[in-house]
T-cell receptor, first 115, second 115 residues
């Protein structure tokens, strides 16, 4: 089966600019996650979707970050305006459903550098 | 709130030797899952092994095994017969019980395999 697709792989922007990342999960996976991974740290959950509804966005900086998952399939994460501290790898992951021991399948990530 | 702690930022092992990576967690829940994920350099994160908290038997996947001590809230990963391809960041992860299904990751341990 095809894996979790993410684009772009790399993005360099200046502070105060905007950027968008796209994720296409594995077909049939109802749950989609966006994580932020700052260099030297573990992934931090930004937002979790179940189909096209939001399950958890408690750690999403809503003044600058937004995410949507239209039609319960692919998802877009946007940052506007970007700050220097947003430099990180943005990981998208999906799972079949949330119950049981369903594991996360990760994409390759989108590396953002804010200058 | 649940926390995951990996106290070893970096570990080294000789090829063909055995290494153990440590992980401790804190939770008040009785039903949860624990995972070890591997993130090779510039490659996507993949699942190594998982453990259901209600199972007393330690999980094993080929050369990878865990030592799950529920009372001590400890979940270590043992890699036997280490190979050069095992070099990566290893993340311990906790997944909450039904209701939230939130994943929490540790800060990671970088494993170097010496030829």
């Amino acid at each position: 089966e095809a894996g979790v697709a993410q684009s772009p792989r790399y993005k360099i922007i200046e502070k105060r600019q905007s950027v968008a990342f796209w994720c296409n999960p594995i077909s049939g996976h109802a749950t989609l996650y966006w994580y932020q991974q700052i260099l030297g740290q573990g992934p931090k959950l930004l937002i979790q979707f179940q189909n096209n509804g939001v399950v958890d966005d408690s750690q999403l900086p809503k003044d600058r970050f937004s995410a949507e998952r239209l039609k319960g399939v692919d998802s877009t994460l946007k940052i506007q305006p970007a700050k220097l501290e947003d430099s990180a790898v943005y990981l998208c992951a999906s799972s079949l459903w949330t119950s049981g021991a369903n594991v996360l399948t990760f994409g390759a990530g989108s590396r953002l550098t804010v200058l | 709130a649940q926390t995951v702690t990996q106290s070893q930022p970096e570990m080294s092992v000789q090829e063909a030797e055995t290494v153990t990576l440590s992980c401790t967690y804190d939770t008040s829940e009785s039903d949860y899952y624990l995972f070890w994920y591997k993130q090779p350099p510039s490659r996507q994160m993949i699942l190594v092994i998982r453990q259901e908290a209600y199972k007393q038997q330690n999980a094993t996947e080929n050369r990878f095994s865990v030592n799950f001590q529920k009372a001590a809230k400890s979940f270590s990963l043992k890699i036997s017969d280490s190979q050069l391809g095992d070099a990566a960041m290893y993340f311990c992860a906790y997944r909450s019980a039904p209701g939230t299904y939130k994943y929490i990751f540790g800060t990671g341990t970088r494993l170097k395999v010496l030829a």
